[in-house]
């Protein structure tokens, strides 16, 4: 199947990672990203004028009209802006996270599993509040860990905020808060967020902080240990 494709700014910058593995765990499923012709950034969180931050999304949702139905947004702040920004719902805005569902999982192919390892699942703000643009499954993360033998941490701070839009304005209110997750948890930190990526990666000391796609990379077969 073929999804119309917006990286927004993080994944052709800082997220690079998440865009490779997103890309590499969709081919492997047969199914092809195309990037929104010339699309623009959407000012994620970061920009204080709710209407015009909506008018930036709209006009990615123009670009994308007649080209695609459904489009992926990897980011959860670029999901949450297509999204809201969709008022008419002209267009399926799907983050990732709700396409590995069932059917994802019984085409993929195991070649490891996640036995002896743990993991705290991490979702950050926005990927489950507010509900309207919330993920389906506000557990696919834990389930993934524990359908292939992993055992999940952190169940309690899955959806605490780890300040990352303020790392580079207010670096201490940042680490205050990603300490807040990252004391409350073991193992391996499972992201999705870029912010909460780098956030989670500034403060973790020898803690390893992974994407959900390295995740399932891993589990494909891809690359060494996690």
């Given at each position: ?29 047969g199914h ?5 012709p ?12 709710r ?16 080209h ?35 059917a ?15 993991f ?25 860990i ?9 169940e309690?701070?899955?959806d605490r ?10 670096k ?55």
């Amino acid at each position: 199947m073929e999804y119309g494709y917006y990286p927004g700014c993080s994944l052709t910058g800082s997220a690079h990672r998440l865009d490779k593995g997103i890309k590499k765990v969709f081919a492997k499923q047969g199914h092809t990203l195309r990037e929104i012709p010339d699309w623009n950034c959407c000012g994620a969180f970061e920009y204080g004028d709710r209407k015009e931050l909506t008018g930036f999304s709209k006009r990615n949702l123009e670009k994308a009209r007649g080209h695609f139905s459904e489009i992926v947004a990897p980011c959860p702040a670029c999901y949450k802006n297509l999204k809201e920004a969709d008022e008419e719902r002209e267009f399926a805005v799907t983050h990732p996270l709700d396409l590995f569902d069932e059917a994802f999982f019984a085409a993929m192919k195991q070649a490891r599993d996640l036995t002896g390892q743990v993991f705290t699942p991490y979702y950050g703000c926005i990927l489950l509040r507010p509900k309207e643009t919330a993920i389906q499954n506000t557990n696919i993360m834990e389930e993934t860990i524990a359908r292939f033998g992993g055992e999940v941490s952190g169940e309690a701070v899955k959806d605490r905020c780890c300040g990352g839009n303020q790392i580079f304005i207010n670096k201490d209110v940042t680490e205050k808060l990603s300490r807040l997750v990252l004391d409350r948890s073991q193992g391996t930190i499972v992201v999705f967020c870029p912010l909460c990526h780098m956030a989670m990666k500034t403060f973790s000391g020898e803690r390893k902080v992974v994407y959900y796609t390295d995740l399932l990379l891993h589990i494909m077969g891809e690359g060494g240990a996690l």
